[in-house]
């Protein structure tokens, strides 16, 4: 089935950065358009980041853009999310998934990214 695990989140000062992690089990994933996703306090999940599954592709909402780098590794059936600069409106639990994930598809725990002023 499958299986989605994300890990890399932590407490880093404005400014810091981050490397995101996400392993992916029980699909295609080589084939399969990937996308980063997260989701602040009291605010509901927001699409962050995707990337076509030969890499040639990605696309980023306006607020990530020029900070983060999504990429991924089809050999480890990984998925990456590099943040830069990161700031205090970055905060959330960050969610992988295919990109044409639903919320009554398999989710993982997420990770928690904490960025204090």
């Known amino acids: 089935q499958v299986q989605l695990v994300e890990s890399g989140g932590a407490l880093v000062q404005s400014g810091g950065s981050l490397r995101l992690s996400c392993a992916a089990s029980g699909f295609t994933f080589r084939l399969s358009a990937m996308a980063w996703y997260r989701q602040a306090p009291g605010k509901g999940r927001e699409f962050v980041a995707r990337?076509?599954?030969?890499?040639?592709?990605?696309a980023y909402i306006d607020s990530v853009k020029d900070r983060f780098t999504i990429s991924r590794d089809n050999a480890k059936n990984t998925l990456y999310l590099q943040m830069n600069s990161l700031k205090p409106e970055d905060t959330a639990v960050y969610f992988c998934?295919?990109?044409?994930?639903?919320?009554?598809?398999?989710w993982g725990q997420g990770t928690q990214v904490t960025v204090s002023a």
């Open positions: 990337i076509s599954w030969s890499s040639s592709s990605t």
């Open positions: 998934n295919r990109e044409a994930a639903g919320p009554y598809d398999v």
